[in-house]
């Protein structure tokens, strides 16, 4: 299984960005994708899941309303837009996948993802 995350960068204060992860290599269905965020000395926290099934989705509270995952299943790539950022919104951003699952509902811990991209820094100020 391979991730690969881009779209990373600088924005300003109220400004957006859209992350893409590339995701390969599954050999099994359906399963949970899910956007983290690390800064450093700072437990992983999750961000954003998606169950691959059906496209349920769920955000974190500390950016609901202001983040939209999304998938493209002809593209196997899955999205985070993120409007509206925040100073707080800094950190590095993973791409995670877990095993074959029959929900995502309250996979929001790290340790539950099995596989990971190496990360996209996002930079706000």
């Known amino acids: 299984v391979q991730l690969v995350e881009s779209g990373g960068g600088s924005a300003q204060v109220g400004g957006s960005l859209k992350l893409s992860c590339e995701f390969s290599?599954?050999?099994?269905?359906?399963?949970?994708l899910g956007w983290f965020r690390q800064v450093p000395g700072k437990e992983r926290e999750a961000v954003a899941i998606?169950?691959?099934?059906?496209?349920?989705?769920d955000t974190a509270d500390s950016v609901k309303g202001r983040v939209t995952i999304s998938q493209d299943n002809a593209k196997k790539t899955v999205y985070l837009e993120m409007n509206n950022l925040k100073p707080e919104d800094t950190a590095m951003y993973y791409c995670?996948?877990?095993?074959?699952?029959?929900?995502?509902?309250?996979?929001?811990?790290?340790?539950?993802?099995?596989?990971w991209g190496q990360g996209t820094q996002v930079t706000v100020s």
């Open positions: 290599g599954f050999t099994y269905s359906p399963y949970c």
């Open positions: 998606i169950y691959t099934a059906d496209g349920s989705a």
């Open positions: 995670a996948a877990t095993g074959r699952r029959t929900s995502c509902r309250g996979f929001y811990w790290h340790g539950l993802y099995n596989y």
